[in-house]
């Protein structure tokens, strides 16, 4: 990842949102880590996977605590949805 001061940053920002576009900016200030540009494709796919990852985990949450479950399908049913 390439690293911008936030001075050079402001001055360059048409330059480094094409550069966003093939892959994630890193933005500095005082030599510190601020900000990271990245294309809205790819945050929208870090989103994705991250909400894909906390539907893994609370799948694993659920079967873990072994209790009485109910099909979806079944559900549905008792609810008068189908």
Same mark, same amino acid.
Request: charge should be negative; avoid cysteine; hydrophobic fraction near 45%.
């Given at each position: @990842?390439? &690293?911008?001061? %936030?001075?050079?940053?402001?001055? $360059? ?7 966003? /576009?093939?892959?994630?900016?890193l ?7 601020a900000?990271? @540009?990245? &294309?809205?494709? %790819?945050?929208?796919?870090?989103? $994705? ?7 893994? /985990? ?25």
């Amino acid at each position: @990842m390439k &690293s911008f001061a %936030l001075s050079d940053a402001r001055r $360059d920002l048409p330059t480094l949102v094409d550069k966003s /576009a093939k892959e994630p900016i890193l933005i500095t200030r005082h030599g510190e880590d601020a900000a990271v @540009m990245i &294309s809205p494709s %790819l945050y929208e796919e870090m989103i $994705d996977a991250m909400e894909e990852l906390e539907d893994i /985990a609370a799948y694993d949450a659920a079967k873990a605590r072994k209790e009485d479950s109910v099909l979806w399908q079944d559900a549905r049913k008792d609810l008068g949805l189908v």
